[in-house]
């Protein structure tokens, strides 16, 4: 694994940015260089939920669960140019993985195609789909041939009839690279998607239900939220109040989210897919890589509390295997924890905290000094936390 230099015994902000890169490289090295080598199927264990639901599906599934999360997870980083000559070394090296961990991916001929059709396959489509729109660099670079293999790749989800949830922002996701890229897309699968969410499912407070009913859950972080903002990124204008509040509720969720940060970087165990680690702050780390974070958050307090739940749920004894690649569980290998659902392709959505390294070293994200978040000024007696209040729109 190729560290970068002043991970440990640093300080500050660079060893923070430091630490997040080691990480990031940790977990998505194994997947990355693999799938480029076209030996990702051949080598990654499969590892199932005790429970699981359909292990034959999910089996073939988990390739993809894996590759596109981590890819939407570094999107933002392989876009970016900045950072120290040891951090665009290493940038170079993923960005000609990525090529050609695409290329295989899609590829009908390799012996890495990804499993494309059916229910699960939409739901990480539309991660993969979702890395592309963070990395135009990377559609870029894709010879011809590669992107009208990605095309023809994420047009057979539109055989996939989304549930009445989340699930409807994954056909919405595909549909906006489409639209971001010029090819001809289903706008109606958009305009469902974001409709239904702000004219249905805006519960209030900086929170959308998960469908008709509202579950207290990481769902607003994991996907919902994101997804939206990704969408709206593409066809924003075009929605009216939607477009006009969809910031005011980001950075409100991200308020609440980083007050869920205990003192040692945990946070609730509540809600499925909690085995997603890290990735339960999607959102948060979301709005940080926007430049969104509101007034009453800190870039430093920020940086410092995810940094911890990076350390807490990456850092546990048993998080990866004797091979580096990632077990099932939230703090170490736990896999009583995982519902009907989980493979050990699905943590890599742990990846997707690492949006704000798509942010160069002299943003105040990474350039301000570090400093304590909310639980940690309250619980060590501080009194310097305003009072917190629901928005109202």
């Known amino acids: 694994m190729a560290l970068i230099m002043g991970a440990r015994g640093v300080s500050g902000q660079q060893g923070d940015r430091a630490m997040w890169l080691n990480y990031m490289d ?119 041939v590669v992107r009208r293999r990605v095309v023809d790749a994420l047009l057979q989800t539109r055989a996939t009839k989304p549930g009445n949830s989340n699930w409807i922002l994954f056909p919405a996701v595909i549909e906006a690279f489409f639209c971001k890229y010029g090819f001809p897309y289903d706008e109606a699968r958009i305009e469902y998607a974001v409709r239904t969410f702000s004219q ?10 998960d469908g008709p009913s509202f579950h207290q859950d990481y769902y607003n972080s994991y996907v919902i939220q994101p997804f939206l903002l990704a969408v709206l990124d593409v066809v924003g204008g075009r929605y009216g109040v939607l477009d006009l509040r969809m910031r005011r509720i980001a950075q409100r969720y991200a308020e609440l989210q980083e007050r869920m940060i205990g003192v040692d970087g945990s946070f609730p165990v509540t809600g499925r897919s909690i085995t997603y680690r890290c990735g339960a702050f999607h959102a948060l780390a979301d709005v940080a890589a926007r430049g969104w974070l509101p007034g009453s958050l800190s870039p ?35 896999e009583g924890l995982a519902d009907a659902y989980i493979t050990g392709g699905s943590e890599y959505l742990c990846m997707e905290i690492f949006q704000p390294l798509g942010l160069g070293p002299s943003d105040i994200f990474w350039a301000a000094p570090s400093q304590p978040w909310t639980a940690v000024k309250v619980w060590g007696g501080g009194d310097s936390v305003a009072v917190d209040h629901a928005l109202e729109l």
């Open 26 to 144: 940790k977990v998505a090295r194994p997947v990355v260089s693999a799938l480029a080598e076209g030996r990702l199927h051949a080598s990654m264990p499969v590892m199932l939920s005790q429970r699981i639901d359909n292990p034959a599906l999910r089996s073939k599934v988990t390739y993809l669960e894996a590759w596109g999360r981590t890819l939407s997870g570094i999107a933002r980083w392989l876009n970016s140019e900045d950072g120290s000559a040891e951090e665009v070394a290493m940038r170079r090296q993923y960005r000609g993985w990525a090529l050609k961990a695409v290329a295989s991916s899609v590829d009908p001929g390799s012996a890495d195609y990804m499993e494309w059709r059916g229910g699960q396959p939409l739901v990480d489509a539309s991660f993969f789909a979702l890395g592309l729109i963070r990395c135009p660099w990377l559609w870029e670079h894709l010879d011809s």
């Open 300 to 334: 430093g307090g920020v940086r410092s509390a995810l940094s911890a739940v990076m350390r807490r749920t990456l850092g546990a004894p048993g998080t990866f295997t004797a091979a580096g690649w990632l077990t099932i569980g939230l703090a170490g290998r736990q």
């Open 200 to 209: 249905q499912w805006y519960v209030g407070d900086g929170e959308f239900s």
